[in-house]
């Protein structure tokens, strides 16, 4: 059993490396906007005391040496945006929670005291912090569709002056072609759910954010081609900077 044990131990260590890649840095107002890829979908920002997690999914060691929220963003219904076990499972004592009607109404318990509802179209200031909920659905549009109009948000955030766009799971929809103003955005690109790579690629030359990041990019086929997203939006302007992180550091 002696023998065995350095071994376990290497096993027990390589099963709980679930840690994230390293954080970038946006230079904001008072302070930098730091953001922390997580996996897939899941994200934090932190900014002059404010941390938050969007869409916290994939187990509490995801968050352990990361800040406890004080804002909980949930786009969407689905297990990899609204996960009760994750939820659970982390510190969020302090967090306001800040979700569509439809994730509100299959929260847990523990936390619906929490949670302010915001629908498509609707802006307002949670902890000093303006937010807009923003629509994202698939097209073409249908009853059976994985995401219906209305169902989920998108989330744009006015942070340090800069906007901060999380698309949750779209596919190329005139809302999002239309934002305006956009210095970070978080695009998602995975079939059959929601966007290919080209559609995302002309959605992001249609808004043109400063900077954005392709994530949310595993579908069923695996992960998706995120180099091949970087070349097409390149080829359309050299000015956006694509920044290519890993979401999957499983």
């Known amino acids: 059993m002696k023998a065995l044990l350095p071994v376990l131990?290497?096993?027990?260590s390589m099963a709980g490396n679930t840690q994230p890649p390293a954080?970038?840095?946006i230079p904001a107002n008072h302070?930098?906007?730091?953001?922390q890829p997580i996996l897939h979908g899941t994200l934090m920002l932190e900014w002059n005391g404010e941390v938050?997690?969007?869409?916290?999914y994939g187990g509490a060691s995801r968050?352990?040496?990361l800040p406890a929220p004080s804002m909980i963003?949930?786009?969407?219904?689905h297990g990899d945006h609204l996960n009760p076990e994750t939820l659970l499972a982390i510190d969020t004592e302090s967090a306001t929670f800040v979700v569509p009607q439809a994730v509100a109404d299959q929260l847990p318990e523990e936390i619906t005291s929490k949670v302010i509802v915001m629908k498509n179209g609707e802006s307002r200031k949670?902890?000093?912090?303006?937010?807009m909920a923003v629509p994202m659905y698939n097209l073409p549009e249908s009853e059976d569709s994985r995401h219906t109009r209305g169902r989920g948000n998108g989330y744009v955030l006015h942070l340090g002056g800069k906007n901060i766009y999380i698309s949750g799971d779209t596919e190329d929809i005139t809302e999002m072609r239309a934002l305006k103003d956009i210095d970070v955005a978080f695009v998602c690109m995975n079939l059959p759910y929601t966007m290919d790579i080209d559609q995302a690629a002309s959605a992001v030359l249609e808004f043109r954010p400063a900077v954005v990041y392709p994530f949310h990019y595993r579908g069923q086929g695996g992960l998706n081609?995120?180099?091949?997203?970087?070349?097409?939006?390149n080829k359309g302007s050299d000015q956006i900077d694509v920044r290519l992180r890993n979401w999957y550091s499983e």
């Open 63 to 65: 968050f352990q040496n």
């Open 126 to 131: 949670v902890n000093d912090i303006l937010i």
């Open 225 to 233: 081609d995120i180099e091949g997203f970087k070349q097409l939006v």
């Open 23 to 25: 954080p970038d840095y």
């Open 9 to 12: 131990l290497l096993l027990a």
């Open 52 to 56: 938050i997690y969007s869409d916290p």
């Open 31 to 35: 302070t930098s906007i730091k953001i």
């Open 73 to 77: 963003l949930i786009t969407d219904i």
